[in-house]
């Protein structure tokens, strides 16, 4: 069997511990293809939020209290940039981070593209599962704010790291999307997918901007394998993040139905077969789509892994 998992944050980390879990028991093959859309430019080095969640998480090295970055950071290096008044100010990089940022950007300044830069770090890592971007050319999200008096495009890390999302927001961007391309193996990848797991990551900007490289909604949409999504709302409220503020700025309510819609059934143009809701949102009915309720706290692996045997067993 061979499972492709669109991912995006921590939620799409965790979920993919359990994938692993799962894929481990029946003997699947993984491929993950992950936001990149979080990206940015810190002091003159590429960090890749999304893919370094998954390989840190994966490989046993994430923080598990603050669920992103390494455990047992030190933070020598920003307290020395905050000495020099070196901005940004609003997002701190570890001593740790900073060692995988330093061998990234070196790499992708040698010539080599993301998805061989993520294949060399994950011989490191080794995260039992294959880590592809969904594309190795500049695809940034931004959001397009109200602020000091104007209308601006801000980095979508500025509007949730520094601003909390607490701004006024019109819409976000996917800036260089549109001449983006598949890094090489997705499309292949989703091709011969026996089945395609949405993960429970924020769907406008985790899930969105892998969707927006231009020939990847139709892979998933157009290909053989069925599809499921797994929905990052209980109850009405994020299991954890600010997917509520993001869904906010497109007009969608925060709740599973609201998200299992704004994806949509595949019979009607959108991208689901199946969808995944908590106990507590049980009778949600999306249009053209099987919905089951199932439990979806990812309290561990064994649980996580519970998720995605009954998305399986719902297609």
């Known amino acids: 069997m061979r499972i492709v998992v669109l991912a995006g944050g921590i939620g799409g980390a965790r979920f993919l511990l359990g994938v692993r879990s799962y894929a481990r028991e029946v003997g699947a093959e993984v491929t993950a293809v992950v936001n990149v859309g979080d990206d940015l430019l810190l002091h003159g080095l590429k960090v890749c939020p999304d893919l370094d969640s998954v390989l840190y998480t994966l490989g046993g090295g994430a923080d ?4 992103w970055g390494r455990a047992g950071e ?9 000495a020099y008044g070196a901005e940004p100010t609003w997002f701190g990089l570890g001593d740790k981070d900073l060692a995988t940022h330093l061998v990234r950007t070196t790499m992708l300044t040698a010539g080599y593209p993301l998805s061989q830069v993520t294949e060399a770090m994950a011989a490191r890592w080794q995260p039992g599962v294959r880590l592809l971007p ?8 931004h959001a397009v704010v109200d602020l000091d008096g104007g209308r601006r495009a801000i980095h979508f890390q500025e509007w949730w790291v520094r601003y909390r999302a607490d701004v006024p927001t019109d819409r976000f961007v996917f800036v260089g999307a549109d001449a983006a391309e598949p ?7 989703i091709a011969a997918a026996d089945v395609v797991l949405v993960a429970p990551s924020n769907p406008v900007v985790s899930i969105a901007p892998v969707l927006a490289v231009p020939g990847l909604r139709e892979a998933v949409v157009e290909g053989p394998a069925p599809v499921v999504g797994v929905s990052p709302i209980i109850g009405g409220a994020p299991v954890r993040g600010m997917a509520d503020r993001c869904l906010a700025v497109l007009g969608v309510e925060c709740s599973a139905a609201g998200v299992g819609r704004l994806y949509g059934g595949r019979r009607d143009g959108g991208l689901l077969d199946g969808w995944l809701v908590a106990p507590e949102d049980a009778g949600v009915e999306v249009p053209g789509v099987t919905v089951r309720a199932v439990p979806l706290r990812m309290t561990d692996e064994a649980a996580t892994a519970a ?9």
Do not use: F, I, Q
């Open 307 to 315: 998720m995605v045997r009954a998305a399986l067993e719902l297609v």
């Open 134 to 141: 969904a594309t190795d050319d500049r695809l940034e999200t």
């Open 183 to 189: 890094a090489p193996g997705v499309r292949e990848a």
């Open 74 to 82: 030190s933070w020598t290096v920003k307290a020395e940039l905050a």
């Open 64 to 67: 598990p209290e603050r669920g």
